[in-house]
């Protein structure tokens, strides 16, 4: 193609005519007109693309708000299973999910964010800590069902704190911490590195650096991966099944403190397993109810730190 | 550290069967039979599973790859930068939807196109998780495959943009050979999560221990079969011994996945720094 185009700009200033014609100085030859047209069927074909990842999710959302609609209500929310889980609401599940989210976001926020702030500010770029970032990458891939068996290992069984919340819940927050120590460390690095070498100068320590400039013009970044840890604990199924969520547990309708930590609990993802796979005979809008609003719940939190991550760059003054 | 704690406790609870005299490692990963439970002839051969696990991953790719890059080239640079912050929004919200969610509209939904448009007597197998897992994946592939497209130089665009380039020539002779493995990378990061995922292909592929002749046929996978026999096994137990094996073999294989995926990005960046 690209001999063709020489050839054409070749000929055309020999041609004298083509020249004293009004045509415009850029003509489309045979060979531009088929770039052009290369583009236009590639953006077509591309935009294709990016719609067929998103028109069915739209579809796939909409059935099943539309299935799910005859249920949904503020009853469904607060009341609890009836017959066997084929009827009634889904509070138990509800406010276990509350409880393994806080418990676990409790032990690994804090842990992430000072394991985040030593190894961005503090550590200098030996072995060590070129294995400790390997392992902090590596560890966020590991699969969901491996944390559910180190969980069972390590928790309920080595340290015999048996099947319960609190097992499920630092399960959850060995999920939750490398991706938390990932999005700090991101957060830190934004921070300009002329911030913290003018607050040095001033004769500031490095710990005063890090509590007067760097935390506070990064906590915004920290607190948007933790919040997107939130959606993932809530919605996470296979690291608690094995590790403290049964399958049903009686509590009653609309209490808010019904578990004990060394106790098991009922949890949203848990239950939408359980209702569409364990449980005969189940009212058919049931699970759609149980799925829109785990759904929701983690879309909302999400939508909540992107909006929150929106605002933030906005107000950026560098 | 929380690596190797995880790797050492999984790993105790699988030990004591390697040195068991029943128990053989080449039985384990390259026998068919999967017999747990049964009373008189117990066979723990995994490769059924590593099977299922492959054969969903490898179709998950086929129908994600093309799709998760065409949405990544076409995020970074064929649309205009309002629809992009949208785009990108939309990909975000689809990676947080959770697995369970995911796996009950292959269960629900997907399962009865699928029986209904290829007259498949069950419509959950390998076709339907890897659909599932596909549009799991995606979000990922474009997400880091848009980063890897940004990382090349803007110099390079405007050099082949100032020669008349369109922006599909632009694409396919100077970007895509430019963020070759940054794109590699993202497929890789894609493997990784569709071969670690659980409740969506315990949900959606069916529950058949046996190696796949079609893809309509179901399968189990590593990591579904871990899900769904973990329950029952009594705690110490060879079954619940195994399982624990099981877990350490697809760490093994995550493990690779994402540390070479890691290695291409690093040389990425080493290279970018030189240059």
Not at chain 1, 266 to 286: D, F, R
Not at chain 2, 78 to 94: Q, S
Not at chain 2, 159 to 175: D, E, I, N, S
Request: proline share 5%.
């Amino acid at each position: 193609m690209s001999s063709m185009e020489t050839q054409n700009v070749a000929q055309t200033p020999g041609n004298q005519e083509a020249l004293s014609q009004v045509t415009p100085r850029f003509a489309e030859t045979p060979a531009v007109r088929k770039k052009l047209l290369c583009q236009k069927i590639a953006k077509i074909i591309f935009g294709l693309m990016a719609a067929a990842m998103i028109v069915p999710l739209l579809l796939i959302l909409s059935y099943l708000v539309a299935k799910a609609w005859p249920t949904l209500s503020w009853e469904f929310l607060v009341d609890v299973p009836k017959r066997g889980m084929t009827e009634g609401g889904i509070w138990p599940a509800l406010i276990g999910t509350v409880y393994l989210v806080f418990i676990s976001l409790a032990v690994s926020a804090p842990i992430g964010i000072l394991a985040a702030v030593y190894l961005n500010e503090y550590a200098k770029d030996n072995w060590l800590n070129r294995i400790i970032n390997l392992a902090v990458i590596n560890l966020a891939g590991v699969p969901s069902i491996v944390h559910a068996l180190f969980g069972l290992g390590a928790f309920v069984y080595a340290a015999k704190m048996g099947y319960s919340i609190i097992s499920a819940s630092l399960t959850l927050a060995i999920m939750t911490l490398p991706v938390i120590i990932a999005s700090t460390r991101e957060a830190l690095a934004s921070v300009p590195i002329a911030f913290r070498e003018a607050c040095w100068n001033m004769g500031a320590t490095r710990w005063q650096t890090i509590k007067a400039i760097v935390l506070p013009n990064s906590i915004s970044g920290i607190l948007t991966g933790v919040i997107l840890q939130v959606s993932r604990a809530a919605g996470e199924t296979a690291p608690i099944m094995f590790t403290g969520v049964v399958f049903y547990k009686a509590v009653e309708r609309g209490t808010l403190f019904p578990y004990y930590l060394n106790e098991q609990c009922m949890a949203l993802s848990m239950h939408l397993y359980t209702l569409s796979t364990q449980v005969p005979n189940v009212q058919e809008s049931l699970p759609y109810a149980t799925a829109v609003v785990l759904l929701g719940a983690v879309l909302l939190v999400n939508a909540t730190s992107i909006a929150l991550r929106v605002y933030m760059r906005s107000r950026k003054k560098w | 550290m929380f690596v190797l704690a995880i790797f050492f406790f999984v790993f105790r609870e699988a030990v004591p069967v390697l040195f068991s005299p029943d128990f053989s490692l080449k039985e384990f990963l390259f026998s068919t039979e999967w017999y747990p439970t049964s009373a008189s002839n117990v066979r723990y051969g995994t490769l059924a599973l590593t099977a299922g696990t492959f054969s969903v991953t490898a179709l998950a790719m086929v129908i994600a790859v093309p799709f998760g890059l065409g949405a990544a080239i076409f995020v970074s640079e064929f649309c205009g930068p309002k629809m992009r912050e949208t785009l990108k929004i939309v990909i975000e919200l689809l990676a947080a939807i959770p697995s369970v969610v995911w796996g009950f509209i292959g269960l629900t939904i997907m399962s009865k196109i699928i029986s209904q448009t290829t007259g498949a007597p069950v419509g959950v197998n390998v076709l339907n998780g890897a659909i599932i897992l596909a549009l799991m994946s995606v979000p990922i592939i474009v997400s880091i495959g848009e980063d890897a497209l940004k990382a090349v130089p803007d110099g390079f665009r405007e050099a082949a943009l100032a020669l008349g380039a369109t922006p599909w020539q632009l694409v396919y002779r100077v970007l895509l050979p430019a963020a070759k493995n940054g794109l590699l990378a993202a497929v890789l990061l894609g493997v990784g999560r569709a071969v670690g995922e659980t409740m969506a292909v315990l949900m959606a592929t069916g529950h058949a221990v046996h190696i796949p002749s079609g893809i309509l046929d179901s399968v189990r996978t590593l990591t579904a079969n871990i899900a769904a026999e973990l329950g029952e096994a009594p705690a110490g137990s060879p079954h619940y011994r195994v399982l624990f094996l099981t877990g350490v073999l697809l760490f093994s294989i995550t493990f690779v996945i994402n540390l070479s995926a890691d290695l291409v990005i690093r040389g990425i960046r080493r290279k970018g720094r030189g240059a």
